[in-house]
Protein backbone atom coordinates (compact mmCIF):
# COMPACT_ATOMS: atom_id res chain seq x y z
CA UNK A 1 0.00 0.00 0.00
CA UNK A 2 1.60 3.46 -1.11
CA UNK A 3 1.27 5.58 2.12
CA UNK A 4 0.24 9.42 1.55
CA UNK A 5 2.87 12.01 2.61
CA UNK A 6 1.27 13.42 5.73
CA UNK A 7 2.60 17.13 4.49
CA UNK A 8 0.32 16.29 1.11
CA UNK A 9 -3.17 17.21 0.93
CA UNK A 10 -5.86 14.53 2.51
CA UNK A 11 -7.68 12.55 0.01
CA UNK A 12 -10.59 13.40 -1.62
CA UNK A 13 -13.29 10.34 -0.60
CA UNK A 14 -15.21 9.40 -4.19
CA UNK A 15 -16.88 6.22 -5.01
CA UNK A 16 -19.06 4.22 -3.52
CA UNK A 17 -17.60 0.54 -1.89
CA UNK A 18 -19.33 -2.15 -0.45
CA UNK A 19 -17.51 -4.59 2.31
CA UNK A 20 -18.59 -6.39 5.11
CA UNK A 21 -18.19 -5.73 9.05
CA UNK A 22 -16.41 -9.01 10.21
CA UNK A 23 -17.71 -10.47 13.78
CA UNK A 24 -15.60 -7.80 15.35
CA UNK A 25 -17.58 -4.95 13.72
CA UNK A 26 -14.48 -4.16 11.66
CA UNK A 27 -14.69 -3.20 8.35
CA UNK A 28 -11.94 -2.45 5.04
CA UNK A 29 -11.43 1.36 4.67
CA UNK A 30 -10.68 1.18 0.39
CA UNK A 31 -6.67 1.41 0.40
CA UNK A 32 -7.51 4.70 -1.92
CA UNK A 33 -8.97 6.71 1.14
CA UNK A 34 -6.04 5.12 3.66
CA UNK A 35 -4.30 8.31 4.70
CA UNK A 36 -1.46 6.91 5.83
CA UNK A 37 -0.68 2.86 7.89
CA UNK A 38 -2.82 3.19 11.22
CA UNK A 39 -4.22 6.28 9.71
CA UNK A 40 -6.76 8.34 12.77
CA UNK A 41 -10.57 8.61 11.93
CA UNK A 42 -12.87 10.41 13.73
CA UNK A 43 -17.11 8.57 13.19
CA UNK A 44 -20.04 10.25 14.29
CA UNK A 45 -23.89 8.91 13.60
CA UNK A 46 -25.09 11.46 10.78
CA UNK A 47 -27.96 13.51 12.43
CA UNK A 48 -30.08 12.39 9.87
CA UNK A 49 -30.00 9.16 11.43
CA UNK A 50 -29.09 7.51 8.11
CA UNK A 51 -25.66 6.48 8.05
CA UNK A 52 -22.62 7.47 10.04
CA UNK A 53 -19.99 9.75 9.30
CA UNK A 54 -16.07 9.28 9.27
CA UNK A 55 -13.56 11.72 8.88
CA UNK A 56 -10.07 12.66 9.06
CA UNK A 57 -9.50 15.36 12.00
CA UNK A 58 -9.11 18.11 9.71
CA UNK A 59 -12.38 18.17 8.74
CA UNK A 60 -13.49 17.91 12.67
CA UNK A 61 -11.07 20.84 13.45
CA UNK A 62 -13.28 22.98 10.26
CA UNK A 63 -16.31 21.12 12.42
CA UNK A 64 -15.04 22.42 15.67
CA UNK A 65 -14.50 25.80 14.44
CA UNK A 66 -18.09 26.58 13.24
CA UNK A 67 -18.94 25.69 16.69
CA UNK A 68 -16.53 28.10 18.19
CA UNK A 69 -18.27 31.07 16.56
CA UNK A 70 -21.30 30.11 18.43
CA UNK A 71 -22.87 31.76 21.26
CA UNK A 72 -21.35 30.28 24.72
CA UNK A 73 -23.98 28.30 26.01
CA UNK A 74 -24.63 26.72 22.01
CA UNK A 75 -21.17 26.41 21.33
CA UNK A 76 -20.78 24.01 24.75
CA UNK A 77 -23.39 22.34 24.28
CA UNK A 78 -22.60 21.30 20.26
CA UNK A 79 -19.54 20.58 21.31
CA UNK A 80 -20.48 18.33 23.64
CA UNK A 81 -22.70 16.78 21.44
CA UNK A 82 -19.96 16.40 19.17
CA UNK A 83 -17.84 14.61 21.88
CA UNK A 84 -20.10 12.37 23.64
CA UNK A 85 -21.10 10.78 20.22
CA UNK A 86 -18.05 10.83 18.30
CA UNK A 87 -15.78 8.17 18.56
CA UNK A 88 -11.79 8.34 17.28
CA UNK A 89 -10.07 5.13 16.10
CA UNK A 90 -7.06 4.18 13.96
CA UNK A 91 -6.42 1.77 10.93
CA UNK A 92 -5.25 -1.41 12.22
CA UNK A 93 -2.62 -2.51 9.84
CA UNK A 94 -5.08 -4.75 7.69
CA UNK A 95 -6.70 -1.33 6.50
CA UNK A 96 -9.42 -1.92 9.05
CA UNK A 97 -11.63 0.52 11.13
CA UNK A 98 -14.14 -0.92 14.17
CA UNK A 99 -17.18 0.49 14.05
CA UNK A 100 -18.28 1.03 17.33
CA UNK A 101 -21.01 -1.77 18.19
CA UNK A 102 -24.02 1.10 19.68
CA UNK A 103 -22.97 2.91 15.41
CA UNK A 104 -23.96 -0.46 14.49
CA UNK A 105 -26.86 -0.77 16.21
CA UNK A 106 -28.54 2.59 15.84
CA UNK A 107 -28.02 2.31 12.11
CA UNK A 108 -28.60 -0.84 11.51
CA UNK A 109 -25.31 -1.77 10.21
CA UNK A 110 -24.46 -5.59 9.88
CA UNK A 111 -23.46 -7.96 7.06
CA UNK A 112 -22.59 -6.16 4.06
CA UNK A 113 -22.04 -2.20 4.15
CA UNK A 114 -21.70 0.70 1.43
CA UNK A 115 -18.87 3.40 2.03
CA UNK A 116 -20.05 6.44 0.09
CA UNK A 117 -17.63 8.98 -0.88
CA UNK A 118 -18.50 12.42 -0.06
CA UNK A 119 -15.49 14.73 -0.94
CA UNK A 120 -14.31 15.07 2.65
CA UNK A 121 -15.84 13.02 4.32
CA UNK A 122 -17.43 9.43 4.01
CA UNK A 123 -20.35 7.87 4.95
CA UNK A 124 -21.18 3.88 6.05
CA UNK A 125 -24.74 2.96 4.78
CA UNK A 126 -26.97 -0.31 5.64
CA UNK A 127 -26.60 -1.35 1.45
CA UNK A 128 -30.78 -1.31 1.73
CA UNK A 129 -30.75 1.96 3.21
CA UNK A 130 -28.24 3.82 1.19
CA UNK A 131 -30.02 2.04 -2.17
CA UNK A 132 -33.11 3.53 -1.45
CA UNK A 133 -32.12 7.05 -0.43
CA UNK A 134 -29.43 6.98 -3.78
CA UNK A 135 -32.41 8.53 -5.63
CA UNK A 136 -33.31 10.70 -3.54
CA UNK A 137 -29.86 12.25 -3.24
CA UNK A 138 -29.57 12.44 -6.84
CA UNK A 139 -33.11 14.60 -7.39
CA UNK A 140 -31.37 16.91 -5.04
CA UNK A 141 -28.18 17.06 -6.48
CA UNK A 142 -28.69 16.74 -9.55
CA UNK A 143 -29.67 20.66 -10.41
CA UNK A 144 -27.16 21.66 -9.20
CA UNK A 145 -24.45 19.61 -10.65
CA UNK A 146 -25.75 20.93 -13.84
CA UNK A 147 -24.61 24.36 -12.40
CA UNK A 148 -21.58 23.35 -11.81
CA UNK A 149 -21.24 22.15 -15.33
CA UNK A 150 -21.55 18.56 -14.45
Known amino acids: MASIDTNSAPPFFMGEFRHALDGKSRLTVPSAWRVEEEGEFFLIPSSSGACVKVMLRAELERIRGLAAALPGPQRLEVLRSIGANSRQCKLDKAGRIVVPEEFCKSQ ?32 IATPHLAEFGL
Not at 112 to 131: C, H, K, S, Y
Request: proline letters at 0%.
Open 108 to 139: SLAGEVTMVGAMETFEIWNTEIWDAARAKTAA
